[in-house]
């Protein structure tokens, strides 16, 4: 690439023609050797302590993006260039169909689902804007509550949750009714158990 000078006023420093990554430590190692000066240099600093919390590779990329090294740009446009490079904007699309997939596991609390979910909606953007106000109408709760009645792994639980009267459950009122079911199930099963093993013994003794 081509040889950058340093952006310091005054200064007549100019790295050779090298490749893109040592061409960003030549002028990040030089750029050291200036004192602190006036608004001018104090800038230069800012982008330069920047630049040094980038790893390698990043630092490579931005030196080849630029043209050259970022520490004769404004302090913003350097933050700028960095956050493209470095920050993937998750795919919002992606995201929800992930979320509308999910499934709760036979042997995980309700709980552990619900924060699953929770967690996972948080990068859906589930949100619109009102056309008459013009403020952000959040909708997370209501797909929170619909994915987890989806993803009951028991179907009486579930045709018991879809039968209810009460079809305008928040999200925490279906929590808790799913999480009361399964602690129901849970504890038939167990008396269930118990019983078949005393039928058990009961017969061994017999015999």
């Known amino acids: ?13 100019v790295t050779d023609d090298l490749d893109a990554a040592i061409v960003a430590v030549l002028i990040t190692v030089h750029s050291t050797t200036h004192a602190p000066r006036p608004v001018t240099a104090a800038k230069v600093e800012k982008v330069v302590q920047h630049l040094e919390c980038c790893d390698e590779q990043l630092h490579k990329d931005l030196t080849r993006s630029a043209g050259g090294s970022l520490t004769n740009k404004h302090v913003q446009e350097a933050l ?36 699953s979910l929770r967690g996972q909606a948080g990068v859906c953007k589930f949100f619109i804007q009102c056309p008459t106000c013009n403020t ?15 993803g009951i792994p028991y179907p009486e639980i579930q045709l018991d949750l879809l039968g209810d009267k009460n ?36 017969s061994y003794r017999k015999a």
């Not at 509308?100 to 036979?106: G, L």
């Not at 952000?136 to 009645?149: C, G």
């Not at 999200?171 to 079911?181: I, R, S």
């Open 1 to 13: 690439m081509p040889a950058v000078q340093c952006p310091i006023p005054g200064c007549d420093y």
């Open 80 to 115: 700028a260039a960095i956050k493209k490079l470095a920050a993937h904007e998750n795919n919002t699309m992606v995201a929800r169909v992930t979320l509308h997939y999910m499934c709760q596991d036979r042997d995980e609390p309700v709980r552990s689902f619900y924060a």
């Open 136 to 150: 952000d109408v959040n909708y997370t709760d209501t797909i929170i509550r619909d994915v987890l009645a989806r």
């Open 167 to 202: 079809q305008d459950m928040t999200f925490e009122e279906v929590t808790q009714f799913v999480e009361a079911k399964d602690s129901g199930e849970r504890s038939a099963s167990r008396l269930l158990d118990s019983h078949t093993v005393q039928a058990a013994s009961s």
